[in-house]
C-alpha cells in the first residue's frame, strides 16, 4: 500500500506565505506526476500545479506568479510555495501521486492524502 501525506497549512493574514509539504510512502517503484488540488467549500476540487518527475510544472493560471511547486525525487515528496496569498486560496490542500509500483509494470495508481487546510485571513 501506499500513503501520501501532507503537512504546512496553517492560518496565515493576506500578502503571507506558506509551504505545504507532501510525501508519498510505501510500496513504490517509482513516483510518476504529483500535484497539489485544492477544495474550497460549495466548490469542485481544482488543479492548483502539478510536477512531472523530471520537475517539469505546470500551474493554474490565479496562482501562477505566486506560486511555486517543486520536488525531490529521493524522498518521493513534493513543496508547493505559496506567496502573496489572498483570502481566495483558503480551501482544503489535497497532495495526490501517480505511482508505479513495481518494476515490471509501466501501470501507475493515483493516491490522494487527507488535505491540510490554508486559510488566508483579509
Known amino acids: 500500500q501506499v500513503q501520501v501525506v501532507e503537512s504546512g497549512g496553517g492560518l496565515v493574514q493576506a500578502g503571507g506565505s506558506l509551504r505545504l509539504s507532501c510525501t508519498a510512502s510505501?510500496?513504490?517503484?517509482?513516483?510518476?506526476?504529483m500535484g497539489w488540488y485544492r477544495q474550497a467549500p460549495g466548490k469542485q476540487r481544482e488543479l492548483v500545479a502539478a510536477?512531472?518527475?523530471?520537475?517539469?510544472?505546470n500551474y493554474a493560471d490565479s496562482v501562477k506568479g505566486r506560486f511555486t511547486i517543486s520536488r525531490d525525487n529521493a524522498k518521493n515528496t513534493v513543496y508547493l510555495e505559496m506567496n502573496s496569498l489572498k483570502p481566495g486560496d483558503t480551501a482544503v490542500y489535497y497532495c495526490?501521486?501517480?505511482?508505479?509500483?513495481?518494476?515490471?509494470?509501466?501501470?501507475?495508481?493515483?493516491?490522494w492524502g487527507q488535505g491540510t487546510q490554508v486559510t488566508v485571513s483579509s
Open positions: 495526490n501521486a501517480d505511482v508505479q509500483g513495481s518494476g515490471f509494470t509501466t501501470r501507475s495508481v493515483t493516491y
Open positions: 510505501g510500496r513504490i517503484f517509482r513516483v510518476k506526476t
Open positions: 510536477i512531472t518527475s523530471g520537475g517539469t510544472g
